[in-house]
């Protein structure tokens, strides 16, 4: 792209220099920035969006409130968060690799060396949030690279604590952190419609037995706040009682197997996508 035609396509102010340009503000990318937003870490006016179809990038601009980047407005932000799909980093790498920017990806099986290489800096960090940063309340693993500054790391802290909480996880543990952390929701959704399929075969209406299942969800999650699995489940299950049956139950099915094979083989996937480079 030529200075002229970036003149032609852009409409940011050819001095204005973002604090945050956001490469794919997708479902996840779009969730980080709406955290952003709500906790104040960052106003609108400081990000801009970056999409090689300058359509595309005034529709996302208009419907977050920040301004529309062409690449030579990556090249001057000041951060760039890249949140596209893993299979579409080769293709947007050279339009906003820049020395010394400081990157944060949230692409899951792109690794901190391969971000490195293709960005040409070394100022990278790897964060894998969940589902969860829809409704603020997201698991974030970050790693690092050593050349990035406490600066860059504090920013990427606040970025993520914007839509729930933060941990800090050495790359190895990368692919697990994504076989729990990231597929979990799926897994508890499995669970959660298990429930309430089981309500429907006991007699309840389908809207009723999901309302009824979401409570239990629910109920339990807040009360893993202040209590351990274990003693919750203790708790409610008394000698001779119904939960003990159900329990019996659930150990002849081998739930506890299920639930444990299933983020393994969720773990070893992102292992074998980050291997060739296309994790999701
Ligand atoms: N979804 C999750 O639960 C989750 C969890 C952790 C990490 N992640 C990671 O988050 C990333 C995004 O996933 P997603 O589920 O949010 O996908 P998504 O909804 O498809 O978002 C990707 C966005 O990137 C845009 N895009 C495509 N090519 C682009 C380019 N060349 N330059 C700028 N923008 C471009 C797309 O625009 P168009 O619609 O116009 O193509 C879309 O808005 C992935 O790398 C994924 O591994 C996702």
Redesign the pocket.
Known sequence: MTAADSEATTTQPAADRVALAV????????AVVEGALRSGTLRAQDMGV????ED?RNA?AQRFGMVALDDAGVHRAERVLI????Q?FE??AP?IARRHTAYVS?????TLSTLSKRLGSARVVRA????GARVGVSATALAWTAETSADDLEFARSLFNGCGSVFEVPEALFDAFTGLS?SGPAFVAVVAESLADGGVRVGFHRDVARELARHVLLATAQLLESSDPASIKDEVASPGGTAIAGLRTLERHRLRYALIDAIEAASERAGELSGNGQ??
Not at 83 to 86: F, M
Not at 106 to 110: E, H, L, N
């Open positions: 490469v794919g503000a997708g479902r996840m990318g779009g970056f999409h090689p179809d595309r996302l949140a596209v799909k893993p579409s293709r947007v339009l949230i692409m899951a099986g792109v894998m949030p969940n589902l990231g994790g999701a």
